[in-house]
């Protein structure tokens, strides 16, 4: 229910100035311009102005002899040092790895792009290249999907909840409180209602006397009438809670007739949970029949319903196997497609329904389309799907579909607006935190999380294999080197430092190990007829020289 009326309202009004048309904003400046036109290449100017520098100052630095020295330094190091170089990046590694994802989970972004965004781009010349004339149609779309988001993220009043969310001015609003802070049954807050709609029904014929006076006395008369509608939707809720439902029915009805222009507070919402606990289907078809049109704002309660009832009509006969065979007759199809609606309303709501996630109690606040949502309405309504047979399996069945008509759902929707953005972030205020929270559409892992997995993990391998097989690692470093350092210090390897006989030497010191075991054929060359005649020879003793090409 939306919380506009008059009894703790929360609005999601932004004060932001409105843009300018386009053609009266003043034309930019030459200097604005040319900023504007270098704020993308900025960076390439500066690598390459880097280079240019190191060149000429080649000479005066020394940079061949430093180069020089630094293969020898190389050259010098042991196994060892890799092995603790690459162990200690695979531990620094990982430990980022483990706080980037604890963050992601935590906050939904990755903290390694939130900070190079935040701060390193400004430094970089990021902002200014977001400069653009106003009224531009990019900024007008931008201005535009921001207005969408602020609409679409408003949070709206549990219709479902019982306790809390009145101003407390009058007598009347003091028995809302004490109902709705001090009683610990159901039967209590019934009983203190029913003083506070004694109360509400005095000040409102007092204010509906004096309506005429003056503005205030219209809008005090608003105030009242929201506070009694308050009281008695309210009373009507205890109603249903006591099992007195269709004493409950009859209040809704009556307050639906006598107030028709307070249709956001959606009452029709409580009836039709009513109406579905009596299981009269006709009546709730009727209700939204009345309440489930175009022009009206839907919510998961309307959506799902009207799925619920094309569902019943078809859910008991309903077999996957059969359907795949025969395919969907007219029914099932109109009961697929209303499935489809729904789940692309609120998609969180179908592994609540299918006890895929655990429920927890309803907040007090919901936000349409967002996870709040869904926890209330499957709180409430998933006794009525479990009491029609068959109706969870074909949903089960059918509500994934719903994703391969929407790929891209943040961008563009099929039956409604395309999905908000900003439903996690408000959720996640709503919501406890002890509850994960559902996000649509599911996230993909950010880049530094894959980055720094494979680093960690790479790294590990390097560290491991150099400590195991330090000569074959020390031939690909050799291998490194040369590729590194140019042609011009590019050296021939020669057999020792070669693939094969590094692998040869390897495989006769293994076959040395084994044969000592009593292996058959010398070990493990024994297995390998090809490479016989190569046991016949000494394998050369493995080393670091290197024969100069000239």
């Known amino acids: 229910m939306a919380d506009g009326d008059g009894l703790g309202e929360a609005t999601a009004a932004a004060a932001s100035p409105p843009a300018p048309a386009p053609g009266l904003s003043p034309p930019l400046g030459w200097w604005e311009r040319l900023r504007a036109g270098l704020a993308g290449t900025g960076a ?108 679409e993220c408003k949070v709206w009043r549990n219709p479902l909840n019982l306790f809390r969310g009145a101003e407390y001015r009058s007598c009347a609003t003091a028995y809302v409180l004490l109902a709705e802070e001090e009683a610990t049954t159901i039967v209590d807050a019934e009983r203190l209602f029913k003083q506070a709609l004694k109360a509400g029904e005095t000040i409102y014929r007092r204010s509906q006397q004096c309506q005429h006076q003056s503005p205030q ?19 009507a809720m205890c109603a249903r809670k006591l099992g007195r439902i269709r004493e409950a029915v009859k209040i809704m009805r009556d307050l639906m007739k006598e107030f028709p222009p307070l249709t956001m507070l959606n009452i029709h919402e409580n009836l039709l949970e009513s109406l579905l606990e009596l299981q009269a289907y006709a009546d709730v078809q009727a209700v939204l029949a009345k309440y489930d049109d175009i022009s009206l704002p839907k919510s998961a309660a309307i959506c799902y319903t009207a799925a619920l009832l094309k569902t019943r009509t078809v859910s008991d006969k309903f077999s996957p196997e059969t359907a795949s065979r025969r395919g969907l007759s007219t029914a099932e199809i109109n009961a697929v497609e209303a499935i489809h609606r729904a789940v692309e309303f609120n998609p969180h709501v179908p592994k609540y329904l299918l006890e895929m996630k655990s429920l927890i109690l309803p907040p007090e606040h919901i936000l349409k389309r967002g996870d709040s949502e869904a926890i209330a309405y499957a709180f409430f309504h998933l006794q009525h799907w479990k009491r029609i047979e068959g109706a969870l399996n074909l949903l089960q069945c059918t509500w994934e579909g719903t994703f391969r008509m929407i790929p891209y759902p943040l961008e563009k929707g099929h039956l409604f607006y395309p999905y908000p953005s900003c439903t996690e972030t ?38 491991l294999l150099t400590h195991q097989f330090p000569e074959i690692m020390g031939v690909f470093a050799k291998a490194k080197e040369r590729a590194l350092l140019g042609r011009e210090h590019c050296t021939r390897p020669t057999y020792e430092e070669s693939w094969m006989g590094v692998l040869h030497i390897m495989l006769k010191r293994y076959s040395g190990c084994c044969a000592n075991e009593d292996q058959p054929e ?29």
């Open 44 to 151: 390439s100017l500066w690598f390459v102005a880097g280079l240019g520098l190191l060149y000429a100052l080649r000479v005066p630095l020394r940079l061949c002899e430093n180069l020089a020295a630094v293969t020898v330094f190389l050259n010098s190091l042991t196994p060892k040092f890799y092995v603790a170089l690459t162990g200690t990046s695979s531990l620094i590694s990982g430990l980022i790895f483990i706080f980037e994802w604890w963050y992601f989970h935590k906050h939904g972004t990755s903290f390694i792009e939130q900070v190079s965004v935040s701060h390193l781009r400004p430094l970089m010349g990021g902002t200014e290249g977001s400069i653009s004339e106003a009224g531009s149609p990019s900024s007008s779309r931008e201005s535009e999907t921001s207005r969408q988001n602020l609409s």
């Open 217 to 235: 006395h219209e809008a005090q008369l608003r105030r009242d009438t929201n506070v009694l509608v308050y009281i008695k939707r309210r009373l």
């Open 426 to 463: 408000a959720d996640r205020e709503l919501l406890p935190p002890f509850h994960h929270v559902s996000v649509y559409p599911k996230k993909e892992l950010p880049f530094f999380i894959h980055f720094t997995a494979g680093l960690c993990s790479s790294t590990a391998m390097i560290a």
């Open 522 to 550: 010398h070990g493990l060359l024994g297995n390998f007829p090809n490479l016989t005649p190569l046991r016949e020879h000494t394998l050369p003793t493995f080393s670091w020289k290197a024969t100069v090409v000239h």
